[in-house]
C-alpha cells in the first residue's frame, strides 16, 4: 500500500521522506505520513454532523428494531417453544437459547439508546422539540411517576452496563422488565409521528402508531412460524 502525506492545511502529498515527514508546498509545514486507511478515517471523522432529519429517522429506525427484536424475544418465552427447543436436552439448544437471550439484550441496547444514554447521538433529548411537555405526557402515558420511570432507566442501564455492554464482577444477574419500555418507546414514535415534517425520509419505517404495532405483530407471527418450523423438525 503506497503511503500518502496530509498536510494540517488539507494537502494531500506523495511518500517523498525516508523518516515519513514531507514537506508541503502550499503553506511549508511539515506533517507525518498517513496510510490510504488512516486518511479515510480522518475524513469520515470530518464528516458533517447529522442534520435533524437524519437524527430523526434513525431514532424511528431504533424504535423499529426495539419492537422488532421484543417480539421475537417474547414469542421465545412461550412455553411450549421452552420446553422443547431451549431445554438443555435438545441437541441444538445452545444456538436457541444464544438466540433467544440476543434478542433481549439487543432490545436492552437500543432502548438504553433512546432513553438511558442522555448525551447520546439518538436520545430522545435529541429529537424532540418541548422536552418538559414530553416528559410529562410521557409519565402520564404510562400511568407512572418521574421517580418510577428513573428506576426503570436506571435498572435497565445497569443490566447493559455489567452484562450486556460488559461482563463485571457482579454475580447476580436482574433482568429488567421491558413492559413499561415498550410503552415508552411507542409513545416516543407517536410523538415523532406528530412533530414530523413530512415522512419522506422514512422509507421501510413505521410512518404511524398503527403501522408499529402492525410491526410488532407480524415480528411475532414471524418469530412463531420458525419456532413450529423448529419443533417440527
Request: with cysteine.
Amino acid at each position: 500500500m503506497n503511503d500518502i502525506a496530509k498536510c494540517q492545511c488539507g494537502t494531500l502529498l506523495p511518500d517523498e521522506d525516508p523518516q515519513n515527514r514531507s514537506k508541503c508546498p502550499n503553506c511549508g509545514s511539515f506533517q507525518r505520513v498517513f496510510s490510504k486507511h488512516e486518511i479515510e478515517a480522518i475524513t469520515l471523522n470530518d464528516a458533517p454532523p447529522l442534520s435533524p432529519d437524519e437524527r430523526r429517522r434513525r431514532v424511528v429506525q431504533l424504535c423499529c428494531r426495539f419492537m422488532r427484536n421484543l417480539a421475537f424475544h417474547r414469542a421465545g418465552c412461550d412455553s411450549e417453544v421452552q420446553r422443547a427447543l431451549l431445554d438443555t436436552r435438545h441437541p441444538q439448544a445452545a444456538f436457541w437459547r444464544e438466540v433467544h437471550g440476543n434478542f433481549f439484550d439487543i432490545s436492552v441496547l437500543d432502548w438504553c439508546k433512546l432513553f438511558a444514554d442522555r448525551r447520546g447521538q439518538h436520545h430522545w433529548l435529541s429529537v424532540i422539540d418541548d422536552h418538559d411537555r414530553f416528559e410529562a405526557d410521557l409519565y402520564t402515558t404510562l400511568s407512572i411517576t418521574a421517580e418510577e420511570f428513573e428506576k426503570l432507566v436506571e435498572k435497565t442501564k445497569h443490566y447493559r452496563d455489567k452484562f450486556v455492554a460488559h461482563l463485571d464482577k457482579e454475580r447476580v444477574m436482574l433482568l429488567p422488565a421491558l413492559d413499561v419500555a415498550k410503552g415508552a418507546v411507542v409513545f416516543l414514535h407517536e410523538r415523532l409521528v406528530q412533530q414530523g415534517r413530512g415522512h419522506q425520509d422514512w422509507s421501510g419505517l413505521a410512518t404511524s402508531p398503527e403501522e408499529l404495532e402492525q410491526g410488532f405483530t407480524q415480528a411475532s407471527r414471524e418469530a412463531e412460524t420458525v419456532y413450529v418450523a423448529a419443533m417440527d423438525r
